[in-house]
């Protein structure tokens, strides 16, 4: 059982950075692929980016390659999602979530976190 708490979302603007974590609590979190979803309003929930235990394997969304960066410290119980070069359609509410096994680019994820917003200020 995995407990996911994110935090570092807030207002931005185009062109802004920022990153967001996600901490775990309980055990074996090096089990557990990782991923971060979106959701913006009145839009289905997507996959932004997701890796795998060690952190070799990764994945993402077409549209935030070469901008975003998903990474993750395993003593931490921590994964990390660094945006860069934001742009207003980043704006949506983000989610953490695990499932053991390989990464999956559907939504079958075991355990998922509250959610963390960033708004475009502009």
């Known amino acids: 059982q995995l407990q996911l708490v994110e935090s570092g979302g807030g207002l931005v603007q185009p062109g802004d950075s920022l990153r967001l974590s996600c901490t775990a609590s309980g055990e074996y979190f090096n089990a557990y692929a990782m991923a971060w979803f979106r959701q913006a309003p009145g839009k289905e929930r997507e996959l932004v980016a997701a890796?795998?235990?060690?952190?070799?394997?990764?994945y993402y969304k077409d549209s935030v390659k070469g901008r975003f960066t998903i990474s993750r410290n395993n003593a931490r119980n921590t994964v990390y999602l660094q945006m860069n070069s934001l742009r207003p359609e980043d704006t949506a509410i983000y989610y953490c979530?695990?499932?053991?096994?390989?990464?999956?680019?559907?939504?079958?994820?075991?355990?998922w976190g509250q959610g963390t917003q960033i708004t475009d200020s502009s």
């Open positions: 890796t795998s235990q060690s952190g070799a394997g990764t």
């Open positions: 979530a695990a499932q053991t096994g390989q990464i999956v680019t559907s939504e079958d994820y075991e355990f």
